[in-house]
């Protein structure tokens, strides 16, 4: 069974542009899952995804939006970039919801703001 | 507000012997899972082992063993018989689970495990 898929694996953009992460979660999940991961914060969580409905929310401005699909697959969107946004983004999908579930993790999209 | 708290930033062992990384955490609430994560150089996150906090007994996969010690907010993981391949960043990570999902990681553990 494949994992977790994130494309793009690498991406740079500059201030003031936006950005589209895509995640595959593998097959049978309904559940996906984004984190942000820096340096200095370390892991943190944005949003899930669940049968097409965000479920939860994490601290986050309102820039950073998501949706998924009815295949489950899920995008998260990055408007007006700015150089903090700079990090490494991870999807995680699961069976059911993150809560109660296993979540397994993608390699990650690289994302550096110029 | 949960947090979890993961007090040694770089931890080293030499092939064979055992270590242990610690972590603490605080949440409000009585039913959570507490995670070990690991995530080696090529950025995968894997899970390495999970506890539920109802249960007493502490959770065992192969090499890797918890203490949980709930009373104290405590969830230490213990690596035996340390090899090459378990040299990796760990995250310990607190879930408190309901409906208000969210999945709450330590600064991380980076481990250097030395032939």
């Known amino acids: 069974k494949a994992g977790v898929t994130q494309t793009p694996r690498y991406l740079i953009k500059t201030r003031g542009q936006q950005v589209t992460l895509s995640c595959s979660p593998i097959s049978g999940h309904r559940s996906v899952s984004w984190y942000q991961q820096t340096p200095g914060q370390g892991l943190q969580f944005l949003f899930e995804?669940?049968?097409?409905?965000?479920?939860n929310k994490g601290n986050f401005p309102g820039r950073f939006s998501g949706r998924q699909f009815s295949n489950s697959r899920s995008e998260m969107n990055v408007s007006t970039l700015e150089l903090g946004d700079s990090a490494l983004y991870l999807c995680?999908?699961?069976?059911?919801?993150?809560?109660?579930?296993?979540?397994?993790f993608g390699p990650g999209t690289r994302l550096t703001v110029l | 507000a949960q947090t979890v708290t993961q007090s040694q930033p770089e931890m080293s062992v030499q092939e064979a012997e055992t270590v242990t990384l610690s972590c603490t955490y605080d949440t409000s609430e009585s039913d959570y899972y507490l995670f070990w994560y690991k995530q080696p150089p090529s950025r995968q996150m894997i899970l390495v082992i999970r506890?539920?906090?109802?249960?007493?007994q502490n959770a065992t996969e192969n090499r890797f063993s918890v203490n949980f010690q709930k009373a104290a907010k405590s969830f230490s993981l213990k690596i035996s018989d340390s090899q090459l391949g378990d040299a990796a960043m760990y995250f310990c990570a607190l879930n408190s689970g309901g409906s208000n999902y969210k999945l709450t990681f330590g600064k991380g553990t980076l481990l250097t495990v030395n032939p």
């Open positions: 506890q539920e906090a109802y249960k007493q």
């Open positions: 995804y669940f049968s097409e409905t965000q479920r």
């Open positions: 995680a999908s699961s069976l059911g919801l993150a809560a109660l579930n296993e979540q397994f």
